[in-house]
T-cell receptor, first 113, second 114 residues
Framework: KNQVEQSPQSLIILEGKNCTLQ??????????LRWYKQDTGRGPVSLTI?????NTKSNGRYTATLDADTKQSSLHITASQLSDSASYIC????????????FGKGTTLSVSS | EPEVTQTPSHQVTQMGQEVILRCVPI?????FYWYRQILGQKVEFLVS??????SEKSEIFDDQFSVERPDGSNFTLKIRSTKLEDSAMYFC????WGIGNEQFFGPGTRLTVL
């Protein structure tokens, strides 16, 4: 069964600190892996998309890594800001057409001052 | 900046009634999607739509559900006979050409079935 597991479930950090979120997946056939940010009550917003052949991708203060052999990914946030408080969701694209997205439960990040 | 819009933002209906959720995808996008998120749970894929037909659908997307692109701009999700467990946030998304293209999500419609 296609699954995406994330850890930790929640995280509290001080403003300015760095953090790393983890994702493990068992999805077949694998197309690509995405990280999304979701604010409460809003739609997810894409941060990064990585295909099988990519092992790192950055978007500003967000850096995602992918190890397709071990089926693991991480999202590193540097110099956190209060506005980074949100749910960060690991999403794997699956299915023959590659359009079905399998979502993890997300890591809830709280950044405090 | 172009964005996906959804209407209504909140829909309340009685169990057994039909509802239609509406979405206006980004104008030059070709792929359209519906997702749902039950309160406190993860986002779940329902269906993808391309070239006026369903591309993929999940087990959730049973005969109770249907999608349509009635004109050049709207994309709708119809739930024929709503159940209590259909209460959720429904997100529409769209993407440009290519399977790996970024999906842009709308703000969602919160459906409450009483």
């Amino acid at each position: 069964k296609n699954q995406v597991e994330q850890s930790p479930q929640s995280l509290i950090i001080l403003e300015g600190k760095n953090c790393t979120l983890q994702c493990n997946y068992t999805v077949s056939p694998f197309s690509n892996l995405r990280w999304y940010k979701q604010d409460t009550g809003r739609g997810p917003v894409s941060l990064t998309i990585m295909t099988f052949s990519e092992n790192t991708k950055s978007n500003g203060r967000y850096t995602a890594t992918l190890d397709a052999d071990t089926k693991q990914s991480s999202l590193h946030i540097t110099a956190s800001q209060l506005s980074d408080s949100a749910s960060y969701i690991c999403v794997v694209s699956a299915g023959q057409a590659g359009t079905a997205l399998i979502f993890g439960k997300g890591t809830t990040l709280s950044v405090s001052s | 900046e172009p964005e996906v819009t959804q209407t209504p933002s909140h829909q309340v209906t009685q169990m057994g009634q039909e509802v239609i959720l509406r979405c206006v995808p980004i104008s030059n996008h070709l792929y359209f999607y519906w997702y749902r998120q039950i309160l406190g749970q993860k986002v779940e894929f329902l269906v993808s739509f391309y070239n006026n037909e369903i591309s993929e659908k999940s087990e959730i997307f049973d005969d109770q559900f249907s999608v349509e692109r009635p004109d050049g701009s709207n994309f709708t999700l119809k739930i024929r006979s709503t159940k209590l467990e259909d209460s959720a946030m429904y997100f529409c998304a769209s993407s440009g050409w290519g399977i790996g293209n970024e999906q842009f999500f709308g703000p969602g419609t919160r459906l409450t079935v009483l």
